[in-house]
């Protein structure tokens, strides 16, 4: 009896044995859904080595973002001002011995704004996001410090466009943004092997002006590594699940015609392949660019992007593209483009980014007395219209509803570019201000004026070639001799008049200051009327 007790007894704990063991999947279900991992959650206020490691989960802030303009607008401000107030947390918790790691750049947003929202409203906010690593969401789980293993990694580099060098990696990639290095750990047998040693770029889509644009832009060092090497890599800091790209803001970017046809129309070939999974690093960072482009590169990257000449963190990503694909002023070559990307592409993407709701302009009926909207391009300093209050009522007369923009107007870029998308005809003097054509819906007008002086063919490599891929018609005002007000500064007999290009072949310097910064234009009302009568014909229906 005593022995069937006792086997009676042991069942009941075989049983409940069971048990337990069936309760463990639920029990770490449940600790995953309710954050009840306190040495995650506290990732942030627990240094456990000298340097602070985060790995970036941007998986799931991808599912985050909304597509809606003004929402990722917030969103990407909001996620600036947390790297701020994140970087002010750390900077009292730090020991002062311990090696600073700068993070992403500073806020858009004015300080002003910062302080508005105040502790609370940041906490708040950090909750809400879940974001608790200074460029973007952490994964709970954090890894080592460095490379888990080895591993093989590839450098591939082309050296052969006249607009840019490119060098792609992928592997064991470390970024280290303030010594500009980026060094490729264990590089394969087939990689490229620079003779000395290390290869560098200028990460900006201008590399024909050596000696002039491209010195205002700094140098990338890249470092392969062999896998016997005996130097170590510095070891990671901040490990990231998506590839970066690195791009340069300096160069004339604060020109929006480079701005566009340099910097975004170039970023947007090389980085949009990743659907917003990558990371993007900003060397010759320039504050006012970043913010002007804030929609554009919320929509490009799920991520703030990071100032990578005051990164002093080793960053590590599986892949790393130094340079951006450019083919051709202001435009794209399908067949070039790493995923044949066109205009058209690029076109749909800004129409997303700024939700611009015209895709395509359709002609006003003028039984019904629609206006078709002419948008008028002013220039105050050089290259301006006279009498341009005479050329906008011919316009109203004709029958256009004129819209004018000075350059005050255009500074908002994401307010403009709504602007221009509503109009179906664009006019103006050759100049960066025609850029904007970018947001024009498919089928809509431009009509650049010429100025005098032999200038067609920098008129049509910017505003006239790069058109037919974008859908939109060209029409060109080629200003006369009279329409100069060059004519009140030089004789009829000088080579400004008679013998144009001889100035050209005086170099370029002397070109730009006689025939673009030298010259306004007072058009000839009965000449342009005549053009804006023919353009209405076009874009109206009866």
């Given amino acids: 009896m005593k022995a069937r007790r006792n086997e009676s007894s042991k069942k009941p704990r075989c049983g409940g044995a069971a048990a337990a ?31 602070s490691v985060e790995t970036v989960r941007e998986h799931e802030l991808r599912s985050k973002v909304s597509s809606s303009g003004l929402e990722r607008e917030k969103i990407w401000q909001q996620q600036q001002q947390l790297v701020d107030a994140a970087k002010l947390k750390d900077a009292d918790r730090v020991p002062k011995t311990t090696d600073s790691v700068a993070e992403a750049p500073p806020s858009p947003a004015s300080s002003d ?72 750990v264990a590089a394969s047998n087939d990689s490229y092997r620079p003779e000395n040693g290390t290869v560098t770029i200028r990460p900006y889509s201008r590399k024909w002006e050596i000696s002039t644009t491209m010195q205002m832009v700094r140098e990338v060092t890249i470092r ?35 701005t566009m046809t340099d910097l975004v129309i170039p970023l947007f070939n090389t980085a949009r392949e990743y659907d917003g999974h990558v990371q993007l690093l900003v060397t010759d960072y320039d504050r006012t660019t970043i913010f002007k482009l804030r929609h554009f590169l919320g929509k490009l990257s799920d991520f703030p992007v990071i100032d990578f000449d005051a990164d002093d963190a080793v960053r590590c990503f599986p892949a790393v593209r130094v340079g951006i694909e450019s083919h051709k002023e202001l435009g794209i070559i399908p067949a070039l483009s790493r995923k044949g990307y066109t205009m058209k592409d690029f076109q749909g993407f800004l129409q997303s980014a700024y939700s611009l709701k015209r895709a395509w302009a359709t002609p006003a ?60 005809v664009m006019v103006g003097v050759h100049g960066a201000g025609l850029t904007n054509l970018v947001f024009l819906p498919r089928s809509a007008t431009v009509v650049q004026i010429v100025p005098w002086g032999e200038m067609k063919w920098a008129c049509w490599s910017a505003f006239r070639d ?32 008679t013998n144009p290009l001889s100035i050209h072949n005086e170099g370029f310097g002397k070109m730009w200051s006689i025939f673009l910064e030298g010259q306004n234009v007072t058009i000839d009302i009965d000449r342009f009327t005549g053009a804006m009568r023919q353009i209405y014909q076009f874009v109206t229906i009866s």
């Fill in 466 to 497: 790069p058109l037919p891929d974008m859908g939109l018609r060209y029409v060109e005002y080629e200003v006369t001799a009279d329409e100069t007000t060059l004519k009140d500064v030089y004789p009829r007999d000088h080579a400004v008049f």
């Fill in 365 to 424: 009926n003028r039984s019904s007395g629609q206006r078709p909207r002419l948008l008028m391009m002013q220039r105050r300093k050089s290259r301006a219209l006279t009498n341009e209050e005479d050329a906008l009522a011919a316009a109203r007369e004709v029958g256009f509803e004129v819209v004018v923009a000075g350059p005050e107007v255009v500074k908002n870029m994401a307010q403009f570019a709504e602007v221009v998308n509503s109009c179906d």
């Fill in 21 to 51: 063991w069936l309760l463990v999947p639920l029990l770490v279900l449940v600790v995953l859904k309710t954050d009840s991992l306190p040495q995650l959650t506290r990732l942030r206020e627990t240094i456990i080595t000298q340097v």
């Fill in 224 to 258: 392969p590594s062999a896998p016997a090497e005996e130097t170590a890599p510095p070891q990671c800091t901040v490990t990231h699940a998506v590839p970066a790209v690195v791009f340069s803001t300096g160069g004339y970017s604060y020109n929006f015609f480079h």
């Fill in 113 to 184: 704004e910062i302080a508005s929202h105040g502790v609370d409203g940041i906490k708040d906010l950090k909750d809400e996001k879940n974001i608790v690593a200074m460029n973007g969401e952490v994964d709970g789980s954090s890894r080592s410090s460095d490379v888990a293993a080895p591993r093989s990694s590839k450098l591939s580099c082309n050296f052969s466009s006249e607009r840019m060098d490119v060098c792609a990696m992928d592997g064991d990639i470390r970024v280290h943004g303030k010594s500009a290095t980026v060094y490729v």
